[in-house]
């Protein structure tokens, strides 16, 4: 849950809010996380939505003030029924008294700002939109590899550490190890950053922590990524292998589906080469190339031709 008094030191940089009523209510008046759409926290005035951030701009105060008291009282208690957070006046409208004094006795926040309304309300959504995004931690260490976000999953003792230590050593970038905080800030993708106590280091067995910034370089880490592939490490068994998968996996994480790929961890094996390998063949897909779509159907040619030619 937010409160109304972190949403306006959190934007303080941004948005100029100045109190004008109702500020003993900010620490205790919660902003619902309904679990939608930042669309949906906050707007112009709208009755039929009460229990959002209700936006007073220059148009909204012409409406409010036309209205005969009576009928303004009436609309301030469906507000307040409806479970109001706040009332905020953009475009430096100035207050009321009617509303000044409601606000005060009914404990409502009362904010002014002399930013226009569209735009105010454009700051706080994307705002709202991270803030209240779904979010989840994951274990494993989250890299960015030619430009992609890529999590490396595994049990504990795999390599996950010094698979990243390499890559880092190759250029790539690190996000986050052992820790990584995921949060769906968008309908259609997932983006993962380091928790802040963890920020720029890498757990290797044998060396403890290493601090990549200070070691590689400031290009070396990545305050965060949108993921867009999977790397699940697992141990060489006899178990069979598919060694042609012929159609994509995918994790769903946070609702949004994953693709994902399976390494085997052995002794010889060149992970990195193969992590590279399988981003590579991620950003073909995602441009459209399928490569095994091609051979099955470039091989069903083949046998088509081969019977022609028997045939004949």
């Not at 029924?81 to 606000?103: E, F, K, N, Q």
């Not at 697992?234 to 178990?239: D, K």
């Not at 990195?272 to 441009?287: G, H, K, P, W």
Request: a negative charge; proline letters at 4%; aromatic letters at 4%.
């Amino acid at each position: 849950m937010l409160t109304i008094q972190e949403l306006i030191r959190d934007n303080t940089e941004k948005i100029a809010f100045s109190w004008v009523s109702g500020k003993e209510a900010a620490a205790h008046r919660l902003i619902s996380d309904t679990g939608g759409a930042a669309a949906d926290l906050i707007g112009h005035l709208n009755l039929i939505h009460p229990g959002r951030i209700q936006v007073f701009g220059a148009e909204e105060m012409s409406y409010y003030t036309r209205l005969e008291p009576r009928r303004r009282l009436h609309h301030l208690d469906d507000l307040v029924a409806g479970g109001v957070p706040a009332i905020v006046l953009a475009s430096g409208t100035r207050a009321p008294d009617d509303l000044r004094a409601y606000c005060l006795d009914h404990d409502i926040p009362l904010l002014a700002t002399p930013i226009d309304a569209a735009l105010l309300i454009d700051l706080l959504r994307i705002y709202l939109g991270k803030r209240m995004a779904p979010k989840t931690t994951v274990h494993g260490v989250f890299m960015d590899v030619l430009g992609l976000g890529v999590l490396i999953t595994g049990e504990s003792g795999l390599g996950k550490s010094e698979l990243a230590l390499e890559l880092i050593s190759r250029g790539h970038g690190l996000v986050a190890d052992d820790a990584v905080e995921l949060s769906r800030t968008a309908p259609n993708f997932v983006e993962g950053q380091c928790p802040a106590l963890l920020q720029n280091l890498l757990e290797v067995r044998g060396l403890g922590l290493l601090d990549i910034r200070t070691i590689f370089g400031e290009t070396s880490v990545r305050r965060k990524m949108k993921i867009k592939l999977i790397v699940h490490l697992v141990r060489m068994t006899p178990e069979t292998f598919e060694r042609l998968p012929t159609q994509d996996e995918y994790q769903d994480i946070l609702g949004i589906p994953i693709r994902r790929v399976m390494l085997q961890v052995a002794a010889g094996r060149n992970l990195a080469v193969l992590v590279e390998a399988a981003v590579r063949n991620t950003i073909l897909s995602l441009r459209g190339i399928d490569t095994m779509g091609d051979f099955i159907e470039r091989q069903a040619l083949a046998i088509m031709e081969s019977s022609r030619e028997a045939r004949t």
